[in-house]
């Protein structure tokens, strides 16, 4: 089962910044956060991980709580191409290790 | 960029049917997944494979289901007699277990829609 906690959906304005949360609060010491995304029944599509620091790509940012027991998931300038469903995802690091998708935030971005 | 890519896009079978969807993962991958999606329904783990030889699987992948990586580039999941239930889309992912960090990075492909009648 998922061992994480989203909202079922949010809203964001086109060019605002998109912050979704996620709660972990059984997260493991040695467990990463992943962020998927899946737009309109595509393949799941992967955005970001992080340990415990946060991290910053070309797609977004991850923040994580320095308990580790939460994240948010930051879109700086969501486009209305950024609307789908977004999945948080804790996971061991080991080889081969499998992803557990819980049901996501569908994040609606209008213009 | 790298990607997976799987076929057909779309089948229709006849239930009873034997069905095979075909993936061919990212060339330098070592695992390899298989997930399926029920309309409305979430994302939910098949089997993962590595080796030639699976490595998990799940509840779902009872007898009826395989998998074969018949040679070096192609990953096949087969369904022998497919039930009304199967309707769903199938994704295949692949990961080199390594990323960033160290991580385990999965891609996935574009999915490939079984309709069973």
């Known amino acids: 089962d998922a061992k994480t906690t989203q909202p079922p959906s949010m809203d964001c304005a086109e060019g605002r910044a998109a912050n979704l949360p996620c709660n972990h609060s059984t997260i493991s010491g040695n467990e990463y956060v992943y962020w998927y995304r899946q737009i309109h029944s595509q393949g799941p599509q992967y955005i970001i991980h992080g340990l415990k620091n946060n991290e910053t790509n070309e797609m977004a940012s991850l923040i994580i709580t320095e308990d580790r027991k939460s994240s948010t998931l930051i879109l700086p300038h969501a486009t209305l191409r950024d609307t789908a469903v977004y999945y948080c995802?804790?996971?061991?690091?080991?080889?081969?290790?499998?992803?557990?998708f819980g049901a996501g935030t569908i994040l609606r971005v209008k213009s | 960029e790298p990607e997976v890519t799987q076929t057909p896009s779309h089948q229709v079978t006849q239930m009873g049917q034997e069905v095979i969807l075909r993936c061919v993962p990212i060339?330098?991958?070592?695992?390899f997944y298989w997930y399926r999606q029920i309309l409305g329904q979430k994302v939910e783990f098949l089997v993962s494979f590595y080796n030639n030889e699976i490595s998990e699987k799940s509840e779902i992948f009872d007898d009826q289901f395989s998998v074969e990586r018949p040679d070096g580039s192609n990953f096949t999941l087969k369904i022998r007699s497919t039930k009304l239930e199967d309707s769903a889309m199938y994704f295949c992912?692949?990961?080199?277990?390594?990323?960033?960090?160290?991580?385990?990075?999965?891609?996935f492909g574009a999915g490939s829609r079984l309709t069973v009648l």
């Open positions: 995802i804790v996971m061991a690091w080991e080889y081969g290790n499998k992803l557990v």
């Open positions: 992912a692949s990961s080199d277990g390594l990323g960033p960090s160290g991580a385990n990075v999965l891609t």
């Open positions: 060339s330098n991958h070592l695992y």
